[in-house]
């Protein structure tokens, strides 16, 4: 397996086109049964959104970040640039949008540090093609684009065009899970969903515990190229139309999962928009998302190159 080098040579450049929500985090002993109210240990709220995590994620691991997303025009959205503009991030087309809200995420974070999460996308929604097609030469300068779910299809349809029109790797966090239109399957190189989004995909019951490989190569089916499950404390499986290999995660102690995911593929756009094969990529992702999960929530555990140098050593 990988021991090559954390550090690189070259910079890559990623642009990610996605979301911004602001978290309102609870810290609960057990998740509520419906009609049931828990009484919370702890609040707090903070930034999050996974293109904005994912932005923040890549940027803190060298490359130089755009963020293409809407805000609204509130305090949370300004908290949102504040944010942005200071982990270097270009924002160029990321603007707040007139008598809007600022997307919105509740956190229910229990004692095992698992979540449960639902999101308001509001501003998000504003997102459409045309701020994407305005972009047109950021993403074609690009070595990776970087997509998720919490914004429409159509901003992300185009973006994967461009991208792909460009010869730039397209990587799509299917998170939260939805139908996937066609025009978007044939443009993404990687698929990243977690166990769950892969079940939901293919239309599946999320009871309905199966084969990882299987799932991957029934992702492929749908006409994806290579698929990467994530299997948090466990690592990732990569799954392509060849093999699979399982990569392992190190072993860490969890404060709280949420942003896993989006450390995860903020370093996948990284390595890979640094030229590196998809199984080194894959297992600097796991490294990041390990990190992540060290902290509680989502910003304060985005780590840097150092940070994943030093959990290597005593890791694998
Ligand atoms: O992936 C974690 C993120 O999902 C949180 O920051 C929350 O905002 C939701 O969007």
């Known amino acids: 397996m990988y021991r090559g080098d954390i550090m690189s040579d070259k910079t890559a450049t990623v642009t990610i086109v996605g979301s911004y929500n602001v978290g309102l985090t609870m810290n609960i002993p057990r998740f509520p049964t419906e009609g049931e109210t828990v009484t919370a240990q ?3 709220e903070g930034p ?4 904005s995590n994912q932005a923040v994620a890549a940027a803190r691991l060298g490359a130089n970040t755009s ?23 270009d924002i160029t087309h990321t603007a707040q949008v007139a008598e809007t809200h600022t997307g919105v995420a509740f956190i229910l974070v229990n004692e095992d540090g698992d979540n449960e999460i639902t999101v308001a996308p509001v501003a998000n929604n504003a997102l459409d093609s045309d701020v994407v097609q305005s972009a047109d030469d950021v993403i074609r ?3 990776c684009l970087l997509l998720q779910f919490e914004v429409l299809d159509p901003p992300l349809i185009t973006a994967a065009q461009i991208a792909a029109d ?4 397209v990587v799509l966090n299917p998170a939260p899970a939805r139908e996937i239109p066609p ?8 698929l990243t969903p977690n166990e769950s989004e892969a079940l ?19 992702l492929l089916g749908l006409g994806f190229e290579s698929v990467i499950i994530t299997q948090g404390s466990s690592g990732a499986l990569l799954v392509s139309h060849n093999d699979s290999l399982s990569v392992a995660a190190p072993s860490v102690p ?3 999962t949420t942003g896993a995911g989006d450390a995860f593929n903020g370093a996948l756009a990284v390595a890979l928009g640094e030229g590196r094969p998809i199984e080194d990529a894959t297992q600097f992702a796991c490294r990041a998302g390990a990190l992540e999960v060290t902290k509680q929530e989502v910003i304060p555990g985005l780590p840097d190159r150092t940070s994943i140098q030093s959990i290597s050593e005593y890791s694998d």
């Open 42 to 44: 702890n609040f707090s």
């Open 48 to 51: 999050g959104g996974k293109g």
């Open 141 to 143: 300068n690009s070595d």
């Open 183 to 190: 025009s978007l399957v044939s443009n993404v190189d990687y």
């Open 200 to 218: 939901t995909l293919l239309d599946k019951d999320l009871k309905d515990k199966t084969n990882h490989e299987r799932l991957g190569k029934e």
């Open 166 to 169: 460009a010869d730039v790797p």
């Open 67 to 89: 963020f293409i997303g809407k805000v609204g025009e509130d305090q949370y959205g300004d908290d949102a640039i504040k944010l942005l503009k200071s982990e270097n991030i």
């Open 254 to 256: 969890v404060a709280d």
